[in-house]
């Protein structure tokens, strides 16, 4: 007699134990979470150095980040000298719990106000897989086109906020993105989602994106 084995069940409920973990260590230590979640080349990264180096006087920021391969993207962040962890997954198209476990064990965490997790560039498998953050923040370029809330509802959903990146590129003409239908798709499915329209490159929009981070920690602790 054969028998089924749930895997995917399995699977996430020994992440969701991992979660929990997290959660409880970060909760324990008064410390925010967010894990930014977006398709490659998005920005991510960029965001993140501009954030660190403009908020420096106001919070202090350490980051886990994830890639399939490279240390390139946490080197970046050590440029700013705020402490990064990397994780190379070596495949796997999204970040674990349990490794978001150890690289918080390599955090100073007593030493910081807010991690953020810089997810695998991948707008599906990350946002299925809880790490034992606060909230979810996901990134979306206008490079990539406006359909995007439509075809991964998922991610949208769950996040408490949207960064619209790349606006600098809007006014040449070359990019067709429609803003207010991005926000009325990404309104339809998640009505509480602050939604920021930014440059990274130049700054524009940043600030609002600082204000929403600095209450969100504050409220946290």
Known sequence: ??????LGTKILSANEEY???????????????????????????????????????????????????????????????APAVQINTNGSCHLSAAQ????????????????????????????AFELGEDGKVVVL???????????YPAIFSKSKVLLINKIDLLPSGAIDFDIDKVKADARRLNKNIEIFCVSAKTAEGMDGWYEWLIKAVSRSG
Not at 69 to 79: F, V, Y
Not at 101 to 117: W, Y
Request: hydrophobic share 35%; proline share 4%.
């Open 1 to 6: 007699m054969s028998k089924k084995i749930q």
């Open 19 to 81: 979660a929990q973990q997290n959660s409880k260590l970060l909760r324990d230590k008064g410390k925010y979470c967010l894990n930014m979640i977006s398709s490659p080349g998005s920005g991510k990264t960029t965001i993140l150095t501009r954030t660190i180096t403009d908020l420096r006087d106001r919070l202090a920021i350490g980051v886990i980040e994830g890639d399939i391969q490279t240390q390139l993207d946490a080197e970046r962040i050590r440029a700013t000298r």
């Open 100 to 127: 978001v476990s150890s690289a918080l064990a390599q955090i100073p965490l007593d030493g910081i106000d807010l991690v953020i997790v810089e997810n695998v560039g991948n707008l599906v498998c990350p946002s």
């Open 141 to 151: 370029s206008v490079a990539e086109g406006d359909d995007k809330p439509a075809k």
